[in-house]
């Protein structure tokens, strides 16, 4: 009789598997049943690797839509990012037109305002000019410089101008009568001339004003000495050039005014060489050109 276990067990499955075997019975060996366990585990194993696969599958769908849904997120919150951009940038641009408004607004306000001053100065049609005959041409005996002739065109044109006959012009005053003479040049440049006449800028140039500029000497006719000192008094950097920076600056000290672009269009003109401002030559030529 075996003494080990298996031994025994082995001999009775044995003993078994023979009598089923003579009995016409499907008994099994060891190995048989042996290797339905291996298939077994194999089958399970298998169900395992499976589960897993389908696991890491599901993990993979959801990982997916785990991103889709970041990126639609984020696409939002760049879509409201841009929409706040396109609000403030519509703001700006509606708070530009409302500034634009006010401005025009500001000017309209203005020119109401210089017009009604003119129609209160012009009101007064009946009054009479200040000066007589006899007094006129005791008053331009003062001005030096131009000949009589000049003096009398000169004043009659501001007394054509002077339509309220108070002794002063506004600058739509001026505009009209530079129209009369058949002036037909720009806005600007009409306001240009008329704030070369007002030294003090109050908007009204005083026949004393109107005429002291108008009869200042004439450039043709000062001596090359004359036109130097003048073009020392311009050239600050004293490099033998005057640019229009220098001009401006002189004419700031001087109390007097002249439009960036009438600068900027005279030195074009006479700059010849293209060095980016006037020799003395060509200041010479600029100053005496009829």
């Excluded at 044995?14 to 049943?33: C, N």
């Amino acid at each position: 009789m075996p003494t080990c276990r298996f031994q025994r067990y082995t001999c009775q499955i044995s003993i078994g598997s023979t009598k089923g075997r003579q009995q016409g019975t499907s008994g099994g060996t060891l190995t048989e049943t042996v290797n339905k366990m291996a298939d077994d585990k194999k089958d399970k194993k298998e169900e395992a690797k499976e589960k897993a696969k389908d696991e890491k599958k599901i993990e993979k769908k959801e990982e997916k839509m785990d991103k889709k849904t970041e990126e639609k997120k984020d696409e939002k919150k760049v879509e409201k990012k841009e929409e706040k951009v396109d609000k403030k940038t519509e703001e700006k641009k509606d708070e530009k037109k409302e500034e634009k408004k006010e401005e025009k607004v500001d000017k309209k306000t203005e020119e109401k305002k210089d017009e009604k001053t003119e129609e209160k100065v012009g009101a007064n049609d009946d009054r009479k000019w200040p000066m007589s005959y006899q007094e006129e041409m005791e008053y331009l005996t003062q001005f030096e410089g131009v000949t009589h002739k000049q003096k009398l065109s000169y004043l009659n044109f501001f007394k054509m101008a002077d339509t309220s006959k108070a002794g002063e012009i506004t600058v739509f005053q001026f505009r009209d009568a530079v129209v009369k003479l058949g002036f037909c040049g720009q806005t600007f440049e009409v306001a240009s001339m008329f704030v070369d006449l007002n030294p003090n800028e109050d908007r009204f140039v005083s026949i004393d004003e109107f005429m002291t500029e108008m009869c200042k000497e004439d450039s043709r006719k000062r001596t090359e000495k004359d036109m130097e000192a003048i073009f020392n008094q311009l050239d600050a950097k004293k490099d033998g050039l005057i640019t229009p920076d220098e001009i401006v600056t002189f004419l700031k000290k001087n109390n007097r005014f002249m439009l960036d672009e009438n600068i900027q269009s005279m030195i074009m003109k006479n700059d010849h060489d293209r060095d980016g401002g006037l020799s003395f030559k060509e200041f010479l030529v600029a100053a005496t050109r009829k």
